[in-house]
């Protein structure tokens, strides 16, 4: 009896001791097609700054395939550091928690942790890991919104206002601020991790201006957002940048929606820049067109973020019929383009002989439209998900990580009622017909013998 | 080793000459169609809502081979032949346990059609249905062995099967109960709970976690069907 509690006791410390290596290792095999699950090492690192707890809430239709392959994806981030929980939720199915949380739309993820809310903008390991890296980081960068100039309001909760934009900085863990430079000393304060200029209708001051250029110059980071439907002039802003706003009205009658071909959707976005990653397609409704120059100083580089169709124009006169004509800029058009300067000055260090010297690095984004950011449009096709891709490359967060899995693969099989019928066929009548139809083959061939030998052994006895 | 074989053989044999072997495992290829039809309504060629279906299924084939298994020839009075017989215990566990793994290959192979079919239909990931199918036969077995050590444990079929269910919903529980709570306890019943174990099976990996925990379940399954023996011998 003490033998066998001996045995017991052992086999149960071996199995506790097993478990919890197995447990404390966390080694597995990915057979899954292109190592799907199989998380960076950055982001094991990224998951190892998490010290208490870190909830994700990712709000998808739940019906979908993505839903399935969200919460395979959260799990990994779980079975990395415990302290990470996750939820899939459908905002149809869960409206309280929805409202809660002030989501709208299908695809929204968000993290708490610390009492600190960031945003993802979908369900991949780039966006959650980037997440998770900025809600740890902690603190909110000061954003600063250029005001005084009739722009469309971040407290404006009607379509046409920016309140939605106003929700994604605030999710985004940026702290907004208004800068009014047409009052006091015109500059822009030093703590600006990006100054946005949103549709301004009437044109700045040249102090206001000349603020702004001595903000861009020194390291910043704009996003100007112009307006065909404005009077202001962008391009002193733009133009030391190597973009021309043309002003105008972009026609895409190839590419728009409603039947108004100034509605124009963007489906050619050729930049291999981050601000593009993730996004498929743009709704730019009344936008004006960009030009690049073609006489960059050295250190400067454009993206050309948005084109439309070969089809498009920009209009020079769109108060007249929309039809191209003499004056009118044939397209491709540029919608919206991303300038990157990167320029070594002297710091002014003089101990160091031949030192002192410093990388200066200015960001300026420009679209040729601000109605796309609007509450109306912002969660239209990739809209929102380019303007969080900007503001992060503005304030150079972007790619914490330098490769990531794939997650989500689409491997559409509809079920037709022919393809309905042949499965219920095969797996419902076919096969357990032949297990039974087998198995009372068996049962005859059984008893047979059975009785065979019953007969044998009575003969034998005889 | 020889003698845990002739006693799986014949408890194999005794499955499928009567009509339950037959039916159960006719009756889990149909089951599988019709998860396979709600699964793919979805429009994917992915199988993963189909496999934890399955998994839901063998916690209902463990309790019913359970039904069968030692309270089965306690009732009929052929356990007491088995337990005067000279076998050691654990050929007696490993025996028994053999039988319903037999059973348990039967059930699985029989569903083999469906990701065959669904493989012709479309183009499925192929990893997730390796790692279902290694999950199904681990779950599988972990469950069998805990639904013997409950059957060895009863005398009365009925209790035997009662009984299966209750430990696999208890731990099912282990899960759900953990997410109200905090700290090691929540760490401890989430592992306890097999639902944590079955997610990487289903999205194509295979942790050692996962299939430590089902070989553990396997393991105190035939330590306690010792035990219980070697209490009643």
């Known amino acids: 009896m003490r033998g066998r509690l001996l045995g017991v006791a052992v086999v149960i410390a071996v199995v506790v001791g097993g478990n919890f290596l197995a447990y404390a290792h966390n080694a597995q095999a990915d057979l899954s097609a292109a190592h799907r699950f199989t998380l960076a090492p950055q982001t094991k690192a990224v998951t190892d700054q998490v010290h208490g707890p870190l909830k994700?809430?990712?709000?998808?239709?739940?019906?979908?395939?993505?839903?399935?392959?969200?919460?395979?994806?959260?799990?990994?981030?779980?079975?990395?550091?415990?302290?990470?929980?996750?939820?899939?939720?459908?905002?149809?199915?869960?409206?309280?928690?929805?409202?809660?949380?002030?989501?709208?739309?299908?695809?929204?993820?968000?993290?708490?942790?610390?009492?600190?809310?960031v945003d993802a903008p979908s369900v991949d390991e780039l966006d959650i890991s980037t997440a998770i890296v900025r809600i740890v980081r902690g603190g909110a960068k000061p954003v600063c919104v250029v005001v005084g100039h009739g722009e469309p309001s971040l407290d404006d909760d009607t379509g046409q206002g920016l309140s939605k934009v106003r929700d994604v900085l605030q999710h985004n863990a940026y702290d907004v601020r208004p800068l009014d430079l047409t009052v006091g000393q015109a500059s822009v304060p030093g703590d600006?991790?990006?100054?946005?200029?949103?549709?301004?209708?009437?044109?700045?001051?040249?102090?206001?201006?000349?603020?702004?250029?001595?903000?861009?110059?020194?390291?910043?980071?704009?996003?100007?957002?112009?307006?065909?439907?404005?009077?202001?002039?962008?391009n002193p802003l733009l133009e030391p940048w190597?973009?021309?706003?043309?002003?105008?009205?972009?026609?895409?009658?190839?590419?728009?929606?409603?039947?108004?071909?100034?509605?124009?959707?963007?489906?050619?976005?050729?930049?291999?820049?981050?601000?593009?990653?993730?996004?498929?397609?743009?709704?730019?409704?009344?936008?004006?067109?960009?030009?690049?120059?073609?006489?960059?100083?050295?250190?400067?580089?454009?993206?050309?973020?948005?084109?439309?169709?070969?089809?498009?124009?920009?209009?020079?006169?769109?108060?007249?019929e929309l039809q191209f004509d003499a004056g009118d800029i044939p397209g491709p058009i540029v919608v919206a383009s991303a300038s990157d300067?990167?320029?070594?000055?002297?710091?002014?260090?003089?101990?160091?002989?031949?030192?002192?010297?410093?990388?200066?690095?200015?960001?300026?984004?420009?679209?040729?439209?601000?109605?796309?950011?609007?509450?109306?449009?912002?969660?239209?096709?990739?809209?929102?998900?380019?303007?969080?891709?900007?503001?992060?490359?503005?304030?150079?967060?972007?790619?914490?990580?330098?490769?990531?899995?794939?997650?989500?693969?689409?491997?559409?099989?509809?079920?037709?009622?022919?393809?309905?019928?042949?499965?219920?066929v095969i797996t419902v009548g076919l096969v357990p017909g032949a297990i039974i139809g087998t198995g009372l083959l068996a049962q005859v061939v059984f008893r047979r013998r059975r009785r065979r030998r019953q007969r044998q052994r009575q003969r034998q006895r005889r | 080793m020889r003698q845990a074989l002739a006693i799986a053989g014949r408890d194999l044999r005794a499955t499928y000459v009567s009509a339950f072997g037959i039916g159960c495992t006719a009756a889990f290829a149909?089951?599988?169609?019709?998860?396979?039809?709600?699964d793919l309504r979805g429009n994917q060629a992915r199988l993963d809502l189909w496999f934890s279906s399955l998994f839901v299924a063998l916690g209902l084939l463990a309790a019913l081979l359970a039904l069968r298994a030692f309270a089965e020839e306690e009732r009929s009075g052929t356990l007491e032949l088995l337990l005067t017989s000279p076998v050691r215990l654990w050929q007696v566990a490993f025996g028994k346990l053999f039988g319903v793994v037999g059973v348990l290959v039967a059930v699985i192979a029989a569903t083999v059609v469906c990701p065959l079919l669904v493989a012709n239909m479309g183009n499925?990931?192929?990893?997730?249905?390796?790692?279902?199918?290694?999950?199904?036969?681990?779950?599988?077995?972990?469950?069998?062995?805990?639904?013997?050590?409950?059957?060895?444990?009863?005398?009365?079929?009925?209790?035997?099967?009662?009984?299966?269910?209750?430990?696999?919903?208890?731990?099912?529980?282990?899960?759900?109960?953990?997410?109200?709570?905090?700290?090691?306890?929540?760490?401890?019943?989430?592992?306890?709970?097999?639902?944590?174990?079955?997610?990487?099976?289903?999205?194509?990996?295979?942790?050692?976690?996962?299939?430590?925990?089902?070989?553990?379940?396997?393991?105190?399954?035939?330590?306690?069907?010792?035990?219980?023996?070697?209490?009643?011998?």
Not at chain 1, 67 to 85: G, K, M, Q, S, V
Not at chain 1, 204 to 218: C, I, Q, S, T, W
Not at chain 1, 368 to 387: A, E, I, K, P
Request: charged share 15%; with cysteine; glycine share 10%.
């Open chain 1, 56 to 117: 994700i809430i990712a709000f998808l239709n739940n019906a979908g395939a993505a839903a399935r392959d969200a919460r395979f994806l959260l799990a990994r981030y779980h079975e990395l550091n415990r302290d990470i929980t996750y939820s899939v939720l459908d905002p149809d199915a869960d409206p309280g928690l929805a409202r809660r949380y002030g989501i709208s739309a299908y695809s929204s993820v968000v993290l708490t942790y610390k009492g600190r809310r």
């Open chain 1, 192 to 234: 600006c991790a990006a100054v946005l200029l949103l549709g301004p209708r009437e044109g700045l001051g040249p102090r206001e201006v000349d603020a702004l250029n001595a903000y861009a110059e020194n390291a910043g980071r704009l996003m100007v957002v112009a307006s065909s439907l404005s009077t202001a002039n962008p």
């Open chain 1, 242 to 320: 190597g973009v021309h706003f043309l002003g105008g009205l972009v026609v895409d009658p190839k590419r728009s929606e409603s039947g108004d071909p100034t509605n124009v959707v963007v489906e050619d976005l050729p930049s291999a820049s981050p601000v593009d990653q993730g996004v498929a397609r743009l709704q730019f409704p009344a936008t004006a067109g960009l030009a690049v120059s073609n006489n960059l100083h050295e250190g400067l580089t454009v993206e050309r973020l948005a084109v439309t169709s070969d089809g498009s124009w920009d209009e020079s006169n769109p108060d007249n």
């Open chain 1, 341 to 424: 300067d990167s320029r070594v000055e002297a710091s002014g260090e003089t101990r160091v002989p031949g030192g002192g010297a410093r990388v200066v690095r200015t960001r300026v984004l420009a679209t040729g439209s601000d109605t796309w950011l609007t509450n109306d449009f912002l969660d239209r096709l990739g809209n929102r998900r380019f303007f969080v891709n900007a503001l992060s490359w503005l304030t150079q967060e972007e790619q914490l990580l330098a490769t990531t899995s794939q997650v989500s693969t689409d491997r559409s099989l509809p079920l037709t009622a022919e393809r309905q019928a042949r499965i219920l």
């Open chain 2, 30 to 38: 149909a089951l599988a169609g019709v998860l396979l039809v709600f």
């Open chain 2, 124 to 233: 499925p990931d192929a990893g997730p249905i390796v790692t279902g199918y290694v999950g199904l036969f681990l779950v599988g077995i972990g469950f069998l062995a805990l639904g013997l050590a409950v059957s060895a444990s009863t005398p009365n079929p009925l209790v035997a099967a009662a009984g299966t269910a209750a430990v696999l919903v208890a731990l099912w529980l282990a899960g759900v109960l953990a997410g109200g709570l905090g700290g090691r306890l929540k760490v401890v019943l989430q592992y306890l709970s097999p639902t944590s174990h079955v997610t990487g099976f289903l999205r194509g990996t295979l942790a050692v976690a996962d299939v430590a925990y089902f070989l553990s379940m396997t393991v105190v399954g035939v330590v306690a069907v010792i035990v219980v023996l070697g209490t009643r011998r």
